[in-house]
Nanobody, 129 residues
Framework: QVRLLESGGGSVQAGGSLLLSCAVS????????LGWFRQAPGKSREFVAV?????????????VKGRFTIRKFTVGRDSAKITSFLQMNNLQPEDTAVYYC?????????????????WGQGIQVTVFS
């Protein structure tokens, strides 16, 4: 069971930045692709970004390319501490949503956009104009 816990959400004016963090733990965490998704009010949850479990490759939804950056950091022996970061710059009101961190046990080069197995509880991001 992979466990995920998001932090770092909040409110920001349009054009501003926020950094989301996701602490990842549990068996299989080190071999999981890590993704970020979001769900705006009245809309379905959508893919935002993903990083391979190696941390070497990334993929983004078109509307966030050039503004958002996903990173994976692993610290300690046996991947004792894994964190996924989503740096969000030039935020716009349409980025307002609940953001979710997710994990999917994957092959080394996989960049999945769906069918994630484990989810965090979500964190609110609000961008006001």
């Amino acid at each position: 069971q992979v466990r995920l816990l998001e932090s770092g959400g909040g409110s920001v004016q349009a054009g501003g930045s926020l950094l989301l963090s996701c602490a990842v733990s549990g068996p299989g965490a080190s071999r999981s692709a890590l993704g970020w998704f979001r769900q705006a009010p009245g809309k379905s949850r959508e893919f935002v970004a993903v990083v391979t479990w190696t941390g070497s490759m990334t993929d983004y939804e078109d509307s966030v390319k050039g503004r958002f950056t996903i990173r994976k950091f692993t610290v300690g022996r046996d991947s004792a501490k894994i964190t996924s970061f989503l740096q969000m710059n030039n935020l716009q009101p349409e980025d307002t949503a609940v953001y979710y961190c997710a994990a999917k046990p994957s092959a080394m080069a996989d960049l999945p956009r769906s069918d994630f197995d484990y989810w965090g509880q979500g964190i609110q991001v609000t961008v006001f104009s």
